[in-house]
Nanobody
Framework: QVQLVESGGGLVETGGSLRLSCTTSGFTFSTHDMKWVRQAPGKRVEWVSFIDRSGYGRIYYTDSVKGRFTISRDNAKNTLYLQMNGLEVEDSAVYYC?????????????RGQGTQVTVSS
């Protein structure tokens, strides 16, 4: 079965950096587009970033993270990444890697258990 396992979250100060990872199994990673979504307490799921199956074709970011976040993937390792720099308090949320759904929407068919990112002021 499809398994997505996120890691790398934590507590950082404003302006800090984190690198999230999502290890995958149960499907052919290299033939699937992937995305990151996030959810803050009391808020809806928000789409963050999308990367196509090649890793160097279509890459998209929500406006609020452009220039600060970088999505990437290693198809040999079946792993998705999200490098987050210049973190802001508003970035605090549980971050999920996800599979399926429209590329630039928060919809998905599968997601992991999430990793908590907390940015302190």
């Amino acid at each position: 079965q499809v398994q997505l396992v996120e890691s790398g979250g934590g507590l950082v100060e404003t302006g800090g950096s984190l690198r999230l990872s999502c290890t995958t199994s149960g499907f052919t990673f290299s033939t699937h587009d992937m995305k990151w979504v996030r959810q803050a307490p009391g808020k809806r799921v928000e789409w963050v970033s999308f990367i196509d199956r090649s890793g160097y074709g279509r890459i998209y970011y929500t406006d609020s993270v452009k220039g600060r976040f970088t999505i990437s993937r290693d198809n040999a390792k079946n792993t998705l990444y999200l490098q987050m720099n210049g973190l802001e308090v508003e970035d605090s949320a549980v971050y999920y890697c996800a599979l399926g759904g429209d590329p630039v929407s928060p919809t998905y068919n599968y997601r992991g258990q999430g990793t908590q990112v907390t940015v302190s002021s």
